[in-house]
């Protein structure tokens, strides 16, 4: 049957049984959405669908959220456990280390100071009765970089994509993230990367985890990352990080400027840094 007959009878039944047929609303375009407008839906929607969807360990829930008829889905995070010591390579712990929600929170807190806008944005939540946070379920997904690897499909503009990878991996470096895998990096339509689960993260380890990560800067996020301080940190992640957390993002934070300065000089400037 065609769609114009099969309109036509769809019209012709509601109007027989007097049934006024749903109009459809118009589509809300979530890229238009302000940060704010994500968290209202993300802190105040009804649930109106929860499923699993977990391949890690972490167990979490996408949820689709309801707000002023507006809907969205989202994903649900509570782990909140301690992990084996982390020793660092060049001697020196154990330190503490833990799997936790609240790093979804702060990492998406310190995104936004960075500017980067990498992070979907993420409020804390309890859900079933357990603290919790909720992240926005990003926009246009095309894929996760696992499955662009995977398949070999080559961005249309290499260098953005290359840029968008080192600007990641050096946020991966401040947060010391121990947990990206190709899976928790999804790219977009646009072709804009998202960084996902940081749940592994934030160790109170003040060095360098891994300068392979340490690729190249761009010179806002080398700006953006000097002018942080404990207090512009401590205001933004609120009770998401210990003092000792947030002194150990300056501490890396110092280490990783240190480092990249370096080899600007070694390298010369515009092979390290790029605007
Ligand atoms: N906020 C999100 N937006 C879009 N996709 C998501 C989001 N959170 C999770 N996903 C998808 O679900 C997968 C599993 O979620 P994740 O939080 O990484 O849990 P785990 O690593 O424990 O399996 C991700 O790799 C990703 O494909
Ligand atoms: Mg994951």
Not at 32 to 57: M, W
Not at 163 to 173: I, K, L, N, P, S
């Amino acid at each position: 049957m065609n769609t114009t007959r099969r309109t036509h009878i769809k019209v012709l039944s509601g109007a027989l049984t007097g049934v006024l047929l749903p109009v459809r609303a118009a589509e809300t375009d979530f890229n238009a959405y302000t940060d704010e407008q994500k968290e209202k839906l993300l802190k105040d929607g009804a649930v109106v669908s929860a499923e699993d969807i977990g391949h890690g360990v972490t167990k979490p829930v996408k949820l689709k959220l309801s707000l002023s008829g507006v809907e969205h889905s989202a994903q649900v995070q509570v782990v909140d456990k301690e992990l084996p010591d982390f020793f660092p390579q060049g001697g020196g712990g154990p330190i503490p280390n833990h799997d936790s929600w609240k790093y979804n929170v702060a990492a998406y807190k310190l995104d936004r100071l960075l500017e980067l806008r990498m992070v979907p944005v993420t409020v804390p939540r309890p859900y079933k009765g357990k603290p919790a946070a909720i992240s926005w379920w990003v926009d246009d997904v095309m894929f996760e970089e696992a499955e662009r690897v995977k398949k070999d499909i080559a961005p249309p503009d290499a260098d953005d994509f290359a840029r968008q990878r080192a600007v990641g991996m050096v946020f991966d470096e401040l947060i010391i993230n121990i947990d990206r895998n190709l899976a928790n990096m999804l790219i977009t339509k646009s072709w804009k990367v998202a960084l996902i689960d940081h749940t592994r993260s934030f160790t109170a380890y003040h060095g360098i985890r891994n300068e392979a990560n340490l690729t190249r800067c761009s010179r806002a996020l080398f700006a953006k990352m000097k002018s942080l301080t404990a207090a512009s940190i401590t205001a933004s992640v609120g009770p998401h990080l210990t003092n000792a957390e947030v002194r150990a993002v300056i501490g890396r934070r110092d280490k990783i400027l240190d480092f990249f300065a370096r080899k600007a000089k070694e390298k010369g400037e515009e092979n390290v840094l790029f605007s």
